[in-house]
Structures are given as structure tokens and as C-alpha cells.
């Protein structure tokens, strides 16, 4: 597939902070890229300096095979759709969209019929049909999102970065336009970079899913690779779906605070911390006396509390050594075990679920 953007050893530094340290990426033509990484990781800067916004002190941008580093950010012809969705609060619906038109660098469309023809267009494609000729301060949080994102489209842009673009709708909304923002990107062809701090988010809706450790590209895969063989502990641990325990290697097992667990094959070269992670939801509660098999991993933990979330629950449970693992068990698969307050139970799981990190 050719890649719309290609990004080789970037980097940018304020003072001794390395924001982006030595970024390679290739985003490919036609595809929903996600961008994942905690608060501060660098999401935000590394949008900027693609956009053309700040200049990264060193690496190479090529964006549709040429360079692109010191060519400012209206002659990229790369869209951009901020969180606050900066629309212009006198301007109708269609004026909004029109004045991306009609103002662009690159052949600016003077002709009102035109502009017409192209609003009406979009307004199409985004879902506003009827809406045109409202203030945007008439129009809802979802609307004033695809506003926000048809007046880019209508540029043409070959790649469009959207920066938290769910950030400021409700939860509700929120997911909607998960599915919405999906549909729009397919329809018109280009490639979306969508920067999320959302785990589910991001693995939600991304066809390739980017996770930014430190000014890092921590891992490059499809969503279901990220979420099945997180590459890192580092990784493992934003998704925010792994318990995970530092401890140490031995030959068979990995040596928690909170007991050995047995390893089936899982090898990790013992460069750094060793880490062992096992999803939320490949864990199950059990009576204290139910047998395991030797397959099995199986510790102890004190229930402390539940949380529904429609299709599962989490329950949590405080180890021997004082900290808290999560177990979810969706309510699709089996009944979940109704636990008793402080009651202990047996938390049990497959060795070869496991994954070893060092
Ligand atoms: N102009 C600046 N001067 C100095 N440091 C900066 C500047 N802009 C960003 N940083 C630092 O660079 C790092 C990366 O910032 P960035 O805004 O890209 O993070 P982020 O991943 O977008 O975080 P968030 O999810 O909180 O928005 C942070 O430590 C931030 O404090």
C-alpha cells in the first residue's frame, strides 16, 4: 500500500526534554490511524510538527514522496480538525464550510456557484443536509464536530489530523460519532490520523493503531495485535485491560510478590524490569476449594467491589501484598460469580494467557 506520510528519526526538544525522540512512521493512503499514548507522551506535538506548525529539529517529512519540512503548514495541503473544533461562531453552517473553500492556498474557489455545488456536496457526505443555514451556535456538540470536519474535507486534504477530535462531545455522542467519523473517512477516501488518549477509542476505530510511549513509537499493528500482544509492559499497561506484576525470571516461572506463576514456553530476554500481564478478562473467580488444572495459575485475592458496564463487570480484588487486580467477565459468556464483600476467592487463569515482558 503507498504511504500518504512517512516520518524517519524525527525528533523534537524543549531544553532536556526529548517530546519526540527519533520517530519513524509510515501511514498508509486510504486508512484510519489511531494514535494512542498518556497524557504527555508526545500525541500532540508530533500532530504539530506533520501539520507544519513547529519544525522538528531533526529527521526527515515526506509527505506523498516529497519533503515537506520547511514548506508551511497552508501550502501541506494536510487538514486539521482541533479538539475545540474552532469554528467561527458569525458564520452559518455552509458559511463555515465554504470559508475553507474559498480561502485555501492552494486554488482558492472563487465561483459562488461552484462553492454551492461543493457545500451542498459535503454537507452530504458529513450528515448536515438541512442544517445549512443555522448559526453554528444553533446546532448540536455532534454537529458542530462534522462542521468542524467537512470544512477541512472540502479542501481535498490528502491527510487529515484530528486532534482529540471526541474530546469536548458527551459519552453518549462519544461513541456515536466513533462509528460516524469511520463512515465519513471511508466514503471520501483519505487517511485520518486521530489522536486519542482513549484506549477503547483508539482501538475502536483505528485500522492501524499507533501507541507513543516518551517521545516513542512504542508499537505499529492492527488494533487486534495491540490489544492481543501489547509489545511492552509500557503498552500492556495503557490499555488499561492487563493486571500487571514486576517480579523476576526463573527457568519455569515468573516470581511475583504475590507467588510463582507457573510460564508455558513464554521466553523474554532479561534485558530490563521483568513483567508478567494477564488481561482482565482472561481471569476467573472461583470458590476457594474449586480445583485447578495444571494449565491453570491461581492466586488469592479478597473481593472488594463491582462495577457494571452493560455487556460486563469488573469486580476488583486486593492481593496479599495490597494491590488491587481487576477481572472482567462479560455477561454475554456466562453468569459471572456473585462475590461477597471481603469475601476470598480464587482468581484463576490459563498459563499460556500470560504475557512475559523483560
Ligand atoms: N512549547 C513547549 N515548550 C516546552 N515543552 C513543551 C512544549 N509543548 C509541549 N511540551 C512538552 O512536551 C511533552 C509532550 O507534549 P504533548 O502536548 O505533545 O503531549 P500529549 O501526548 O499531547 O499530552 P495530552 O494528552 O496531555 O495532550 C510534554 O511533556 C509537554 O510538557
Given at each position: 500500500m503507498a504511504a500518504v506520510l512517512q516520518l524517519s528519526q524525527v525528533t523534537k526538544a524543549y531544553g532536556a526534554l526529548r517530546a519526540l525522540d527519533g520517530i519513524d512512521i509510515s501511514l498508509p493512503d486510504n486508512a484510519y490511524i489511531s494514535l494512542l499514548g498518556p497524557s504527555g507522551s508526545g500525541k500532540t506535538i508530533l500532530l504539530r510538527v506533520i501539520a507544519g506548525f513547529e519544525a522538528p529539529d531533526s529527521g526527515s517529512i515526506l509527505f506523498k514522496g516529497e519533503r515537506v519540512e520547511a514548506v508551511p503548514p497552508h501550502r501541506r495541503n494536510i487538514g486539521f480538525v482541533f479538539q475545540n473544533f474552532a469554528l467561527f461562531p458569525h458564520l452559518s453552517v455552509a458559511g463555515n464550510i465554504a470559508f475553507g473553500l474559498e480561502n485555501r492556498e492552494l486554488n482558492p474557489i472563487t465561483d459562488s456557484a461552484v462553492v454551492r455545488a461543493r457545500v451542498k456536496d459535503i454537507v452530504a457526505l458529513v450528515g448536515l443536509t438541512g442544517l445549512e443555514d443555522r448559526g453554528v451556535a444553533q446546532i448540536s456538540g455532534g454537529q458542530r464536530q462534522r462542521v468542524a470536519l467537512a470544512r477541512t474535507l472540502i479542501?481535498?486534504?490528502?491527510?487529515?489530523?484530528?486532534?482529540?477530535?471526541?474530546?469536548?462531545?458527551?459519552?453518549?455522542?462519544?461513541?456515536?460519532?466513533?462509528?460516524?467519523?469511520?463512515?465519513?473517512?471511508?466514503?471520501?477516501?483519505?487517511?485520518?490520523?486521530?489522536?486519542?488518549?482513549?484506549?477503547?477509542?483508539?482501538?475502536?476505530?483505528?485500522?492501524?493503531?499507533?501507541?507513543?510511549?516518551?517521545?516513542?513509537?512504542?508499537?505499529?499493528?492492527?488494533?487486534?495485535?495491540?490489544?492481543?500482544?501489547?509489545?511492552?509492559?509500557?503498552?500492556?499497561?495503557?490499555?488499561?485491560?492487563?493486571?500487571?506484576?514486576?517480579?523476576?525470571?526463573?527457568?519455569?516461572?515468573?516470581?511475583?510478590?504475590?507467588?510463582?506463576?507457573?510460564?508455558?514456553?513464554?521466553?523474554?530476554?532479561?534485558?530490563?524490569?521483568?513483567?508478567?500481564?494477564?488481561?482482565?478478562?482472561?481471569?476467573?473467580?472461583?470458590?476457594?476449594?474449586?480445583?485447578?488444572?495444571?494449565?491453570?495459575?491461581?492466586?488469592?485475592?479478597?473481593?472488594?467491589?463491582?462495577?457494571?458496564?452493560?455487556?460486563?463487570?469488573?469486580?476488583?480484588?486486593?492481593?496479599?501484598?495490597?494491590?488491587?487486580?481487576?477481572?472482567?467477565?462479560?455477561?454475554?459468556?456466562?453468569?459471572?460469580?456473585?462475590?461477597?464483600?471481603?469475601?476470598?476467592?480464587?482468581?484463576?487463569?490459563?498459563?499460556?494467557?500470560?504475557?512475559?515482558?523483560?
Open positions: 479542501t481535498e486534504p490528502s491527510l487529515v489530523l484530528l486532534d482529540e477530535p471526541l474530546g469536548a462531545l458527551d459519552a453518549n455522542l462519544r461513541t456515536r460519532m466513533r462509528a460516524e467519523l469511520r463512515a465519513i473517512r471511508e466514503r471520501c477516501g483519505v487517511t485520518f490520523l486521530h489522536v486519542t488518549g482513549s484506549e477503547t477509542e483508539a482501538l475502536a476505530m483505528g485500522d492501524t493503531v499507533l501507541v507513543l510511549d516518551r517521545g516513542r513509537i512504542a508499537q505499529a499493528d492492527d488494533a487486534d495485535t495491540v490489544y492481543n500482544r501489547p509489545r511492552s509492559a509500557a503498552v500492556a499497561r495503557f490499555l488499561n485491560c492487563y493486571n500487571l506484576f514486576e517480579g523476576q525470571l526463573s527457568k519455569d516461572d515468573f516470581i511475583s510478590p504475590v507467588g510463582r506463576f507457573p510460564l508455558q514456553g513464554q521466553k523474554a530476554d532479561v534485558r530490563g524490569q521483568p513483567a508478567y500481564a494477564i488481561r482482565y478478562d482472561r481471569i476467573s473467580v472461583r470458590p476457594l476449594a474449586a480445583p485447578v488444572t495444571a494449565e491453570e495459575v491461581r492466586i488469592e485475592g479478597t473481593f472488594i467491589a463491582d462495577e457494571y458496564s452493560g455487556a460486563a463487570i469488573n469486580s476488583f480484588f486486593s492481593l496479599d501484598d495490597g494491590r488491587v487486580i481487576e477481572v472482567e467477565s462479560h455477561l454475554s459468556q456466562a453468569a459471572p460469580q456473585t462475590c461477597v464483600p471481603h469475601g476470598r476467592y480464587a482468581l484463576v487463569w490459563k498459563r499460556q494467557n500470560a504475557l512475559v515482558y523483560a
